[in-house]
C-alpha cells in the first residue's frame, strides 16, 4: 500500500510541475500586461505668473472642468517678459485616449476665471491648432498605446 501511495504522489508531483511550467509564461504575461503603463510627457509655454494647473483628461473627466484623471499643480515667476518652459509628465497612464489641459490661475482662487467670451485667464490644450469657440474631447484628444512625448501647449 506504501508504494502505492508514493507512486501516485510521484504521478501528481510531476503532473504539477507541467502544469506550473505550462501556466508561468501565461501568468507572467498577465501580470505584466496589468502592470504596463505608459507615460505622458511635454511642455506648456507660460508668459503669465500664477499657479499653472495640468490636467490629463480623458472623455469623461474633460466634461467636468477644473477635474482630471491626473493633475499637475506649479507656481509660475516669470523674469521679466519672457515665455518660459514648463515640462510635465504623467506616470501610470493606461492604454486609451487621452487630453491634456492647463490654465493658469493668476489671481490664486483655484479656478479658471471666465469673461463674456471665454475664459480671463490664460488656458491651453493638447491640440495642434487652438479651438475656435468652445473645444470638444476631439478636439485635444490623442491616442496612448506607448507612452507619449513632446506635447507642446502654448497657454495663452
Known sequence: ME????FYSGK???LLGIIILLLFPLLVAVVEFQQ???TVSGSCYVQDTGVLYIYLVDAETFKKPLTGLQKIVQKI???GN???KISFTFNGVNTGVYGVRCFIDKD???KLNR??????????MSSRE??????SFSDICFKVDKSVENIIIQVK
Do not use: A, Y
Not at 508504494?3 to 508514493?6: E, F, N
Not at 469673461?115 to 491651453?124: C, D, K, N, V
Open 12 to 14: 501528481l508531483d510531476k
Open 108 to 110: 490664486g482662487n483655484g
Open 130 to 135: 487652438r479651438p475656435k469657440g468652445i473645444p
Open 77 to 79: 515667476i516669470l523674469d
Open 82 to 84: 519672457h515665455t518660459k
Open 115 to 124: 469673461g463674456f467670451l471665454g475664459p480671463s485667464e490664460p488656458w491651453g
Open 36 to 38: 504596463q503603463t505608459n
Open 3 to 6: 508504494t502505492m501511495h508514493v
